[in-house]
Structure formats: structure tokens, C-alpha cells
């Protein structure tokens, strides 16, 4: 069973649009992370934010915010007044206990943002 | 600067010839692991190494091998390499393999067996 389901595969916005991507998550456990990661054209991954279980405080960082809903175990990112930069693939991830440090990702969105 | 440096950044190789593909870390790192990222698939794991000679399998070890003999390096390494390993791979490190480490990872290898 997918364990990170991101259901946008691919998202197209022009420039100054707010774009909202959507996770779902299934774990039996009670302790666990949830993390994003960037990857823009060049290739690379980059490390965005991670939340933890027991912290449902939705987060912002400069024109990006996530919400962290238990009650329907999503962890969903907006980012805020789009930019071409903004172009990438975002995955979203989880860590349960006991997995040793593995991330099991989603297979990732698409953002494409337009001039 | 930190970092996870990976190398080579290109390959293109032919099927069953081995290979190595390096993977370096810079910041006393007790956990690396190696990914690999197909389209549609998104990323799995091939193999982790929780600390210096200690290794297991992740989800898609079959056709590869690794080592842990210091602990900045955890080569990837392919016997015989085969038209279905063509992805992109990464390697990534954390201060723990505990859940809530954040992976570091390198710039990725782009892997192509003809």
C-alpha cells in the first residue's frame, strides 16, 4: 500500500498564482516526520522542512506555508505568490520509527510556473 | 562546505560491466544511504549503512552491492550491470539514523546501461 500518496503529478501556474500541493500519508505509527523536499531542473534535492507528529502547528517560511492535518493525515504546502524559481518537482516524504532512517517518498509533483 | 559529493555526475556504460559510483560526505555522518529515482516511481531506497560496516538492504537492493569501511564514504557498486538500472541515482547521509534526521543529499548520478 502507498504509504505517501501526492495525487497532483503535474501543476501548472502562472507567475503570482498561489499553488497549494497536496500530501496524504498512511502510518500505524504514532511518533513519525514528515518532510519536503525540492528538485529543481538542475537535479538536485533540497531539503525544505520537516514536522514532527506531535506538532500540528502549521508552519510558514517566507512565501511558503504547510498544514499539517492529523485528523485527515495530510501535509499540504502553498506556496505563496508563485515564481518561476518555484519550478520543480516536490516530493513529499515520512519517517517511522523503525525505519532506520529510510524516507518513503511520494512520487512526487510537478510545478511548472509561468511568466 | 558541507556536503555529499557523488561521483561520477554521468554515466553511460554497457551491460555487464562493473562499475562503482562514489559517494563522499564531509560531515561526520553516522548514516548514508543510497536512493535511486525512476519517473513515476519517485525515490527508493537501495541500501543503508547505519555506521562503519554495518549495512542492510532497503527496498530494491537486488543487482547492487555496498560498503561502509570508513565512515565519510559508502561506494555504490553494480557487478553487472543491466538496461533496467538506468536512473538517476543519490546518495544521502544524516547526523542519525533516526527518524527525525534530515537527509543530506549528493547532486545525483545519471545512470544509463546501454
Known amino acids: 500500500a502507498q504509504k505517501v500518496t501526492q495525487a497532483q503529478t503535474e501543476i501548472s501556474v502562472v507567475e503570482k498564482e498561489d499553488v497549494t500541493l497536496d500530501c496524504v500519508y498512511e502510518?500505524?505509527?504514532?511518533?513519525?516526520?514528515l518532510f519536503w523536499y525540492k528538485q529543481p531542473p538542475s537535479g538536485e534535492l533540497v531539503f525544505l522542512i520537516r514536522?514532527?507528529?506531535?506538532?500540528?502547528q502549521n508552519e510558514i517560511s517566507g512565501r511558503y506555508s504547510w498544514n499539517f492535518q492529523k485528523s485527515t493525515s495530510s501535509f499540504n504546502f502553498t506556496i505563496t505568490a508563485s515564481q518561476v524559481v518555484d519550478s520543480a518537482v516536490y516530493f513529499c516524504?515520512?519517517?517511522?520509527?523503525?525505519?532506520?532512517?529510510?524516507?518513503?517518498f511520494g512520487k512526487g509533483t510537478k510545478l511548472s510556473v509561468k511568466p | 562546505e558541507a556536503q555529499v559529493t557523488q561521483n561520477p555526475r554521468y554515466l553511460i556504460t554497457v551491460t555487464g560491466k562493473k562499475l562503482t559510483v562514489t559517494c563522499s560526505q564531509n560531515?561526520?555522518?553516522?548514516?548514508m544511504s543510497w536512493y535511486r529515482q525512476d519517473p513515476g516511481l519517485g525515490l527508493r531506497q537501495i541500501y543503508y549503512?547505519?555506521?562503519?560496516?554495518?549495512?542492510d538492504k532497503g527496498d530494491v537492493p537486488e543487482g547492487y552491492k555496498v560498503s561502509r569501511k570508513e565512515k565519510r564514504n559508502f561506494p555504490l557498486i553494480l557487478e553487472s550491470p543491466s538496461p533496467n538500472q538506468t536512473s538517476l541515482y543519490f546518495c544521502?547521509?544524516?547526523?542519525?539514523?533516526?527518524?527525525?534526521?534530515?537527509?543530506?543529499f549528493g547532486n545525483g548520478t545519471r545512470l544509463t546501461v546501454t
Open positions: 544521502a547521509s544524516s547526523l542519525w539514523g533516526q527518524l527525525n534526521s534530515p537527509l543530506h
Open positions: 502510518t500505524r505509527d504514532t511518533t513519525y516526520y
Open positions: 514536522r514532527n507528529s506531535f506538532d500540528e
Open positions: 516524504a515520512l519517517s517511522e520509527r523503525g525505519s532506520q532512517g529510510n524516507l518513503i
Open positions: 560531515m561526520n555522518h553516522e548514516y
Open positions: 549503512s547505519m555506521n562503519v560496516e554495518v549495512t
